[in-house]
């Protein structure tokens, strides 16, 4: 059972049965808004992995968020199969179906939408930073992610650029999926696994779409400033 209220810009999720918590989510200081959705739906989604379908909704342009939304409103069944994630800064988080944000009686994506410019730009601050993270896994597993790249355990890191995709294996018997990267042909990282318990799923893929479409976006920018740049003379 979900139960969603709006107080003076902060989400508040109340999760139950008993005993219930509740989390409080600014939503000017959030880190992350994914939209995933079903595989027959590809709007705007990340192209690390094919399944399951995700986009980062702050990283839209105005126009592509515009229009994913026109997307979204027209939508009359299955809507409880998208499912919009949320997270701040120090980890907290929380996965809502857009059906449950409907009987909230919230217009929560207009609501995310009056404090975009703010996240956008606080989620450029704290990069700039070098920030990065671990996430703790299963069966002793864990993955550190940041703006240099990705590894697993102790290993080397895969530079963000090197990544050519990630194949999720499920392994429903355990509850677990193991999340394979594989580098681009003539990369000279080597590939590796991760094994993430199910509950981790969504924000563990969100996390690693998050940095991969971040080194893109600043390899993009850096090849389109190089052209810009005047040639000096020899």
């Given at each position: 059972?979900?139960?969603?209220?709006?107080?003076?810009?902060?989400?508040?999720?109340?999760?139950?049965?008993?005993?219930?918590?509740?989390?409080?989510?600014?939503?000017?200081?959030?880190?992350?808004?994914?939209?995933?959705?079903?595989e027959k739906y590809g709007w705007y989604c990340a192209q690390t992995t094919a399944s399951p379908r995700c986009a980062n909704l702050d990283d839209l342009s105005d126009d592509e968020l515009a229009d994913?939304?026109?997307?979204?409103?027209?939508?009359?069944?299955?809507?409880?199969?998208?499912?919009?994630?949320?997270?701040?800064?120090?980890?907290?988080?929380?996965?809502?179906?857009?059906?449950?944000?409907?009987?909230?009686?919230?217009?929560?994506?207009?609501?995310?939408?009056?404090?975009?410019?703010?996240?956008?730009?606080?989620?450029?601050?704290?990069?700039?930073?070098?920030?990065?993270?671990?996430?703790?896994?299963?069966?002793?597993?864990?993955?550190?992610?940041?703006?240099?790249?990705?590894?697993?355990?102790?290993?080397?890191?895969?530079?963000?650029?090197?990544?050519?995709?990630?194949?999720?294996?499920?392994?429903?018997?355990?509850?677990?999926?193991?999340?394979?990267?594989?580098?681009?042909?003539?990369?000279?990282?080597?590939?590796?696994?991760?094994?993430?318990?199910?509950?981790?799923?969504e924000p563990f893929m969100s996390e690693y779409t998050f940095w991969h479409s971040l080194a893109l976006r600043q390899e993009e920018r850096g090849a389109q400033d190089a052209g810009l740049r005047p040639?000096?003379?020899?």
């Open positions: 059972m979900i139960s969603l209220t709006l107080q003076d810009g902060k989400l508040l999720v109340t999760l139950g049965p008993e005993p219930t918590r509740t989390v409080a989510l600014p939503l000017n200081t959030l880190r992350k808004v994914f939209l995933f959705m079903p994913l939304l026109a997307k979204l409103a027209a939508l009359k069944a299955g809507r409880g199969k998208f499912s919009l994630l949320l997270e701040d800064y120090i980890g907290r988080c929380a996965i809502l179906s857009l059906a449950d944000i409907d009987e909230s009686g919230i217009d929560l994506l207009a609501e995310l939408g009056q404090h975009r410019r703010e996240r956008r730009q606080k989620v450029a601050d704290w990069t700039r930073h070098g920030p990065g993270l671990i996430m703790t896994g299963a069966l002793g597993d864990h993955a550190t992610l940041g703006p240099q790249g990705v590894r697993a355990n102790t290993g080397p890191f895969m530079a963000w650029t090197e990544l050519d995709r990630v194949e999720v294996q499920p392994d429903s018997e355990a509850e677990l999926s193991a999340y394979r990267f594989v580098p681009k042909p003539g990369s000279a990282s080597p590939e590796f696994s991760v094994r993430m318990g199910a509950k981790k799923a040639l000096l003379p020899t």
